[in-house]
């Protein structure tokens, strides 16, 4: 039997995988495309945050926030976001780094952040825990 013909045959008994394959390879092209835009890692970020006074807002719950976060974040959890949005009007001209527990809720929150018209929006890679695994600084003390 030559090889397209099992092809389609394969498809046709089991065509819901097929489709689960499709829509994998979707995703990973969107986000391989999309997701990758504007994202930046720890080390990155730092320089940012010390030489182009970049703002880093975290989406994470007030719990998870109080136990450690980045020195100077703000606080917008992901809950609320899009009603605080208007906090952050008056950092609009300056970098923003949205960060979370590993990068998820954050890139959402980028998204969020672009339509609203915030042109200079990045994600921190790997979020928190790669911030973590960098050896960079967290502190407990509120802004």
Not at 35 to 44: D, T
Not at 76 to 101: D, E, V, W, Y
């Amino acid at each position: 039997m030559p090889l397209l013909a099992q092809l389609v045959e394969f498809v046709g008994n089991h065509w819901f995988l097929f489709l689960a394959l499709i829509v994998i390879i979707g995703l990973l092209t969107y986000s391989i495309i999309v997701g990758g835009k504007g994202g930046v890692g720890p080390l990155q970020a730092t320089e940012m945050i010390n030489h182009r006074d970049a703002v880093v807002v975290d989406v994470r719950p007030a719990a998870d926030f109080a136990k450690g976060h980045i020195i100077n974040a703000l606080n917008i959890p992901m809950n609320g976001f899009k009603n605080q949005l208007a906090t952050l009007n008056k950092h609009k001209g300056k970098p923003i780094i949205m960060s979370c527990r590993s990068g998820a809720q954050s890139s959402v929150a980028c998204g969020q952040l672009r339509k609203a018209g915030f042109e200079e929006v990045y994600n921190l890679q790997g979020g928190i825990m790669a911030w973590e695994s960098a050896n960079q600084p967290l502190t407990r003390k509120k802004r």
